[in-house]
T-cell receptor, first 115, second 115 residues
Framework: AQKVTQAQTEISVVEKEDVTLDCVYE???????LFWYKQPPSGELVFLIR??????QNEISGRYSWNFQKSTSSFNFTITASQVVDSAVYFC????????????FGKGTMLLVSP | KAGVTQTPRYLIKTRGQQVTLSCSPI?????VSWYQQTPGQGLQFLFE???????NKGNFPGRFSGRQFSNSRSEMNVSTLELGDSALYLC??????????????FGPGTRLTVL
């Protein structure tokens, strides 16, 4: 069975600080997909990124960056120069490589960015 | 392109009643999944529909059911409501369920409160 662990329940930072959200996953499969979603107070889960298990290249998108390390089964998410609008709950998720496979979510990390 | 829409956004019901929630996927998306989100259990998969057929089902009692129409719109029904059914119900759509790289896009959710 697969599992996603987000050990940080809540993180508080001050605007412009950098913050890293941790994600550790467990799976026996060699091919799988990892995701990050953002959930603002409105409730909608907003897709941020998908990473394939066979592509360990790190990715940067503006202030966001992701560090995928297969050796440690981690897929961490860093926000550089955080802003108040980044305040949300962030979820890491895992999907197996089979049709109609579901997303297995971590418990989420609540990020509070204060001015 | 319009996103995933869910109606109603908020519902209050009493124990023993039944409820029907509706989801309209992104235009062109033919797969719809439902998730339940609670503070204790987090995000849990309910079921996925594609081409009007249930393709996958999570570990929920038979009181939870769903269906999909020919226009890909989906409904989920919960009968004999219990207090523990109070949750945010999220709908997600993707092009198909067959291609594992299809990203799921989520709607804003329906907040169900059972009194």
């Amino acid at each position: 069975a697969q599992k996603v662990t987000q050990a940080q329940t809540e993180i508080s930072v001050v605007e412009k600080e950098d913050v890293t959200l941790d994600c550790v996953y467990e799976t026996r499969d060699t091919t799988y997909y990892l995701f990050w979603y953002k959930q603002p107070p409105s409730g909608e889960l907003v897709f941020l990124i998908r990473r394939n298990s066979f592509d360990e290249q790190n990715e940067i998108s503006g202030r966001y960056s992701w560090n995928f390390q297969k050796s440690t089964s981690s897929f961490n998410f860093t926000i550089t120069a955080s802003q108040v609008v980044d305040s949300a709950v962030y979820f890491c998720a895992l999907r197996m490589n089979s049709g109609y496979s579901t997303l297995t979510f971590g418990k989420g990390t609540m990020l509070l960015v204060s001015p | 392109k319009a996103g995933v829409t869910q109606t109603p956004r908020y519902l209050i019901k009493t124990r023993g009643q039944q409820v029907t929630l509706s989801c309209s996927p992104i235009s062109g998306h033919r797969s719809v999944s439902w998730y339940q989100q609670t503070p204790g259990q987090g995000l849990q998969f309910l079921f996925e529909y594609f081409s009007e057929t249930q393709r996958n089902k999570g570990n929920f009692p038979g009181r939870f059911s769903g269906r999909q129409f020919s226009n890909s719109r989906s409904e989920m029904n919960v009968s004999t409501l219990e207090l523990g059914d109070s949750a945010l119900y999220l709908c997600a759509s993707r092009l198909t369920g067959l291609i594992v790289t299809d990203t799921q896009y989520f709607g804003p959710g329906t907040r169900l409160t059972v009194l």
